[in-house]
């Protein structure tokens, strides 16, 4: 009997993990023109970009999944933290944000969470390495924070349709030192009284 018991218990276990609450990245609202670069929307580029939850507005620490361009192809995987490929992101449903590998990312149980989407430009794995880049052409931001309500064992996964839209920006760029500035003047000075000598 205490092994029917018991056996009943680890099933239901099973059963209950594998049916547990998940969150799509996915964007089925259907707003329009979700990121804008620089204040102009955009339906064309593809982004690298991360969805991050936590249980407060002020600990979202929690990497769900990063979509990158330069990442493999999308896979079956549901672990949190994973990487999937970014192609397609934002170009499809009139640029709202687009996870193509469908799959649903497991927060362990019902309730609201707090999230907040990274997206950048350009061949970085990171948010804070496009940040730091210093590069010019480069374009990071970050939405407003939302919420996303998951809910019971039955109900279907949790899309992201609280999302704000959002603009991201150059990344402010490498300005050279006062003393590469000062030397380049004092170059061109003098190639300009050679010049004028000659």
Same mark, same amino acid.
């Given at each position: ?73 999308? &896979?079956? $995987?549901? *672990? @949190?933290?994973?990487? =999937? ?5 934002? /170009?499809?449903?009139?640029? !709202? %944000? ?27 794995? &990171?948010? $804070?390495? *496009? @940040?730091?880049?210093? =590069? ?5 931001? /970050?939405?407003?924070?939302? !919420? %996303? ?50």
């Amino acid at each position: 009997m205490k092994k029917v018991i018991l056996t009943t218990v680890l099933l239901g276990g099973i059963c209950l993990a594998g049916n547990a609450q998940q969150v799509l990245f996915q964007d089925n609202s259907f707003n329009s023109y979700d990121v804008s670069i620089n204040g102009v929307p955009d339906t064309t580029q593809d982004l690298n970009l991360e969805l991050l939850v936590g249980s407060s507005s002020t600990s979202i620490a929690t990497d769900v999944v990063t979509l990158l361009l330069n990442g493999a192809t999308t &896979t079956s $995987s549901t *672990a @949190l933290g994973t990487v =999937q490929s970014a192609a397609g992101d934002i /170009t499809k449903f009139g640029g !709202t %944000i687009n996870d193509n590998s469908l799959n649903g990312y497991n927060f362990g149980a019902a309730g609201t969470y707090y999230a907040e989407v990274e997206a950048w430009t350009g061949n970085f794995s &990171t948010y $804070s390495a *496009a @940040l730091n880049s210093q =590069q010019t052409g480069v374009f990071a931001g /970050t939405s407003a924070v939302f !919420t %996303i309500a998951v809910g019971g064992q039955t109900s279907p996964p949790a899309d992201i349709s609280n999302i704000t839209p959002f603009n991201i920006t150059q990344v402010p760029t490498a300005v050279p030192e006062p003393g590469t500035l000062a030397m380049a003047g004092v170059g061109l000075a003098s190639m300009l009284i050679f010049r004028r000598k000659k």
